[in-house]
């Protein structure tokens, strides 16, 4: 969904894109919002930007814990651990912006959080986690047994894991449920990638060769691990799981038994997800102050607003994007009369691949120190760092995204992120395993 609309985005004349800026505060003068106050965060300069209407796109505060557990659901138990698993960036920002200016917060107990939280071995602060699972494996809690039904409603499982001891449990599978390790955020459908997490990463999984030796490794009962494991094998005969209806007559494929060693083991965590509360908009999506008046030029879209409370305290997976997208259209229709148009012989022309070119990776290297300046974590240089980590994981050659710089030329020797959209799948979407990395 975003790429074709990011690709329009950059073929229109009058959108312009203001990279690695981050919004300190709203310029509100007479109560109106007349711009917002920014800083590059590359050079660490301060401007600011005038506007006559602002939209406030920030996303949720699931990356913000304390904002999270402040408004934590009354009715649940808060957990000991609480991986942080939504995007870097939603960190309420926008929330504090708005509230600045006068705006309404609301319904921020409203989360939907994740029971599927894996500790990120990459995070040394061990705070940010993974969305991940292995449908092949069973949970069990630290007294060695299951105590929900695996990949149910999620307000039936997140409730049931919070009343466990330590609020975690344990993935444990064998060796023919090994491949099917997933992690759900965008980019990890690479199957190379989930494994060197998974598998490759010192302390995610544990693995053992009899369910004995298991049990000790995770520091549960021997014999309650024996036991549970016992009854899942025996209930996969029949089909038919009554002690959680995690599976039954209709279930396919029908689950296999955990018989096969080695086996193994991954503890999980609850894990923050998305924001179903935030800024209080009307039906124009302007936001409204504690006693129900506009601001002027304010709006607020998508999961800042909590989606407009579209989806109430909970929602199926995809259907967040709906009312994310509908909310944008509306605050457009709401702008689009003061901004001057033009006519779309004025749009750039849709990109289109052209012949690859392969060159050596020396061409680019002599100037750009990509395996240094990669894990670096340098302010401003987020989703480079991102990108470029995965092309020395995968041992992309620099030809794969860059070839409409070959050759070099200083005069137009700038990246065209129109262009750029054209690879864009070399790192979100299924890709198939890079030849020089299959194993």
Known sequence: MVGPLFQECLRHPLIRFVWATRVDSLVVQNGAVRGVRVRDLRANKAAAIRARNVIVATG???SNLSIVLKNWPVDEPKPERLLLGAAHTATGSGHELVASAGGKLERMDHQWNYVLG???PRDPTGVRGLAAFNFSGIWVNQDGKRFTQEFGDPKTTLASLLRQPGAMYWTV??????SGFSITLAGWENVLDVAKIAYDAEGVTLQANSLAELAG???VSATALQQTVARFNELTKDGVDPDFQAFGPQTSPKPKPIDTP?????????ITRKSMGGVSV?????VLTPTQKSIPNLF???EVTGFGGINGKAALEGTFLGPAAFMGRIAGRMVAPEVKLTSSANLRPIPVAAPKKDFSDRECLSCHAVAAQAPLKRSGYWHYEQSHQKVLDRAYPCAQCHSDLYPYNARRHQVDRLAQTLHCASCHGVQGASPSIER
């Open 60 to 62: 949720g505060f699931g």
């Open 118 to 120: 894996l500790p990120d």
């Open 173 to 178: 599978f064998d060796e023919k449920g090994k």
């Open 217 to 219: 490794k995770m520091g």
């Open 262 to 270: 080695p086996f193994y083991a991954a503890r999980f965590f609850p």
């Open 282 to 286: 009307d039906l124009q999506c302007r």
């Open 300 to 302: 607020a879209v998508g």
